[in-house]
């Protein structure tokens, strides 16, 4: 059984660009947030789907948006990068839907993004 | 909002040696108590948690109380092995176990 995979696992993008990370839940579960995590800092919490909604946002501006599909899996796009926005972004998958958010929280390996 | 204060790192420790990483929090209502750990490359893995004052969370040998009334939940280990090198993050979560708000996070170096 495949855990949250993540795609790509290294990515260097310049100002001003556009990016789009991927994420596949644990099988089984719907619901996936995202985090950014800095060098040296503990993940920050960016946004949070379930049934394709964005349910919870945390501190992050318009810039950082996202998708959820049908099967699940997630997209994370952020438009015009800040040198700032180098960081490990790691997706983590629950269950809202069966009841089970009591359930540990599985996350993926990251994509490392650097911003040049 | 929620936040997390860790001590600072790394901490060095010879093997078989004491472990305790300092964590307080400050949350509105009452938060369940995470800690989690992160290899060298690998993504966070959640190594115990407490979800009300006074319960002990316990793996692998680690363990954490949640103490409600110092709003704290310091990682403790016996004995620690070479293996238990890693990053170690306290995190809060008060709206369901998805939305976490974590500490910094203390690197853990074990020598043999």
């Known amino acids: 059984d495949a855990g949250v995979t993540q795609s790509p696992t290294h990515l260097i993008k310049t100002r001003g660009q556009q990016v789009t990370l991927r994420c596949s839940p644990k099988?089984?579960?719907?619901?996936v947030s995202w985090y950014q995590q800095a060098l040296g800092q503990g993940p920050q919490f960016i946004f949070q789907?379930?049934?394709?909604?964005?349910?919870q946002r945390g501190n992050f501006p318009d810039r950082f948006s996202g998708h959820q599909f049908p099967n699940y899996s997630s997209e994370l796009n952020v438009n015009a990068l800040l040198l700032g926005d180098s960081a490990l972004y790691l997706c983590?998958?629950?269950?809202?839907?069966?009841?089970?958010?009591?359930?540990?929280?599985?996350f993926g390996s990251g994509t490392q993004l650097s911003v040049l | 909002g929620d936040s997390v204060t860790q001590m600072e790192g790394p901490v060095t420790l010879s093997e078989e040696a004491f472990l305790t990483i300092n964590c307080t929090y400050t949350?509105?209502?009452?938060?369940?108590l995470f800690w989690y750990v992160q290899y060298p490359g690998e993504g966070l893995q959640l190594l115990l948690k407490?979800?009300?004052?006074?319960d002990k969370g316990s793996n692998k040998g680690f363990e954490a109380t949640y103490r409600k009334e110092t709003t704290s939940f310091h990682l403790e280990k016996g004995s620690v092995q070479v293996s238990d090198s890693a990053v170690y993050f306290c995190?809060?979560?008060?709206?369901?176990?998805?939305?976490?708000?974590f500490g910094k996070g203390t690197m853990l170096l074990v020598s043999p």
């Open positions: 983590a998958s629950s269950s809202l839907g069966t009841g089970t958010e009591n359930e540990k929280l599985f």
């Open positions: 099988s089984g579960h719907d619901t």
């Open positions: 789907y379930y049934e394709e909604e964005e349910r």
């Open positions: 949350a509105t209502g009452y938060p369940s």
């Open positions: 407490a979800t009300k004052a006074d």
């Open positions: 995190a809060t979560a008060t709206s369901g176990y998805s939305t976490l708000t």
